[in-house]
């Protein structure tokens, strides 16, 4: 299993990203995926889920109407509009399957 983030990085407050998730080694469609954060000097935290097909999508309360998280099975890439950035949203950001990570990606956002 692989997966890698990527388009992470600095704006200012209300700014926006998309951020990239390409993943390999296993049947990506038939999988669940999530989004997951960690800012400095907390514990992980959930941002958002999206079933095998992309029919079903939960978001965390704190991230609700500003992000969007979107998948393409023909990719094996899933995908997260962050909008409105806020600077509580500075974190590193993973994909995540299961117990699965990637690497993740740095978003920081400036006020």
């Known amino acids: 299993v692989q997966l890698v983030e990527s388009g992470g990085g600095l704006v200012q407050s209300g700014g926006s990203l998309r951020l990239s998730c390409a993943a390999s080694?296993?049947?990506?469609?038939?999988?669940?995926m999530s989004w997951v954060r960690q800012a400095p000097g907390k514990g992980p935290e959930w941002v958002s889920d999206m079933s095998s097909s992309g029919g079903r999508t939960y978001y965390a309360n704190s991230v609700k109407g500003r992000f969007t998280i979107s998948r393409d099975n023909a990719k094996n890439t899933m995908y997260l509009l962050v909008n409105s950035l806020k600077p509580e949203d500075t974190a590193v950001y993973y994909c995540s399957r299961a117990s699965d990570r990637g690497q993740g990606t740095q978003v920081t956002v400036s006020s």
């Open positions: 080694g296993f049947a990506f469609s038939s999988y669940a």
